[in-house]
Nanobody, 123 residues
Framework: VQLQASGGGLVQAGGSLRLSCTASELTFSTYSMAWFRQAPGKEREFVAGISWSDTSRYYAESVKGRFTISRDNAKNTAALQMNSLKPEDTAVYYC?????????????????WGQGTLVTVSS
């Protein structure tokens, strides 16, 4: 099983980025997907999650109204559209897959992780 995250980069405050996560060797439609992030010196935190059938989406309070999570089960991909980025959004972003319908905010609930992609927001 492999999750490949991409799309990170350097952007100015107020800008946008779109992260993508492509899954392989996985029955993608049976997994809920999520994005986490980890800033230097901080714990990994939940950013957004989406259920396997896209009936539920959840967001951290800090990103509500700015970030949108989505998925395409036909293409085995999940995405995170990030708008109105702030310097405090700077972190390594990870996609994660959890078997089943639940969307969890705790990292240990996730079975598989991508390698992370760095997002840097300059002020």
């Amino acid at each position: 099983v492999q999750l490949q995250a991409s799309g990170g980069g350097l952007v100015q405050a107020g800008g946008s980025l779109r992260l993508s996560c492509t899954a392989s060797e996985l029955t993608f439609s049976t997994y809920s997907m999520a994005w986490f992030r980890q800033a230097p010196g901080k714990e990994r935190e939940f950013v957004a999650g989406i259920s396997w059938s896209d009936t539920s989406r959840y967001y951290a309070e800090s990103v509500k109204g700015r970030f949108t999570i989505s998925r395409d089960n036909a293409k085995n991909t999940a995405a995170l559209q990030m708008n109105s980025l702030k310097p405090e959004d700077t972190a390594v972003y990870y996609c994660a897959a959890s078997y089943g319908m639940g969307v969890w905010s705790r990292p240990y609930e996730y079975n598989y992780w991508g390698q992370g992609t760095l997002v840097t927001v300059s002020s």
